[in-house]
């Protein structure tokens, strides 16, 4: 499953969550967005794929998950089984998807359906994955203000040092999205190749449009660093484009 639709599959079930357990507070849809596709982090390892330090090593081991979380859930309770099933989501789509280790750390043998491993199975693969996108989809706009997913205040601290390392990850961008994509779409071998567009650019969009909706303050944060006059010449501009 490709990371926006991980993201948008956190979001849509932290939201679920949050509104079943009537949960008033707490309520972050950009923490479970980041939290539905933090797993595949380790896509940037140099390790093998399965060893425990390469892709679909540590970060995906249900035990390893539940004992980092545990903690937050100890003390946050409630609150945090939301973001938690935002993160096991994650393991549930891969292990429908592709392959996860289940016993890690006892084991690293990889178990699951494959279905986008499998030319037979992988316009379903597909599909599952639009489905979620579009549900994702209904879901940010029913939980528009409800279960926000522009950034709160507290994230204030926080924006400009990730701003800072997303500009430096940039330029690794195009070593790893070829390839990415070359096996996402699979040119030679896919029927449906349709679908797999449609899919990657629709999930991708709405992912698109999500931080659109914070480009006013991830701006604000930017230039919060420049001097005052400087800072105030770019709020404005900021302003009169209409953000």
């Known amino acids: 499953m490709i990371g926006p639709v991980h993201a948008l599959a956190g979001y849509f079930v932290a939201y679920v969550a949050v509104e079943g357990l009537r949960i008033k507070e707490s309520r972050d849809g950009v923490l479970a967005a980041i939290l539905g596709a933090a797993p595949d982090v380790d896509y940037l390892s140099p390790f093998p794929f399965g060893t425990p330090f390469g892709h679909h090593g540590v970060t995906h081991s249900p035990l390893l998950l539940t004992l980092v979380s545990t903690p937050f859930l100890v003390k946050y309770r409630w609150k945090a089984v939301p973001y938690f099933l935002a993160l096991v989501s994650h393991i549930v789509a891969d292990l429908v998807d592709n392959t996860v280790p289940l016993l890690a ?9 494959r279905f986008s491993l499998s030319s037979s199975s992988l316009p379903l693969a597909h599909f599952l994955q ?4 579009m549900v994702s989809a ?3 706009v029913k939980g528009w203000r409800s279960f926000p997913v522009s950034l709160p205040e507290k994230y204030d601290r926080l924006a400009t040092p990730v701003l800072i390392l997303s500009m430096l990850a940039v330029p690794f961008l195009p070593w790893f999205i070829p390839g990415d994509l070359q096996v ?3 040119l030679s071998k896919e029927p449906f190749f349709i679908i797999s ?3 990657f650019l629709s999930s991708s ?3 698109l449009l999500i931080l659109m909706l914070n480009v006013k303050f991830l701006a604000s944060r930017i230039l919060s660093g420049f001097p005052q006059g400087m800072a105030r010449g770019g709020r404005d501009g900021c302003e009169q484009a209409g953000f």
Do not use: D, H, K, R
Request: aromatic fraction near 12%; charged fraction near 10%; glycine fraction near 4%.
């Open 184 to 186: 996402f779409l699979n």
């Open 197 to 199: 567009v449609i899919l």
């Open 138 to 140: 209904c879901a940010v």
């Open 105 to 113: 750390p006892v084991s690293w043998e990889e178990f699951g359906l």
């Open 205 to 207: 969009i709405l992912i």
């Open 130 to 133: 639009l489905l979620v996108t």
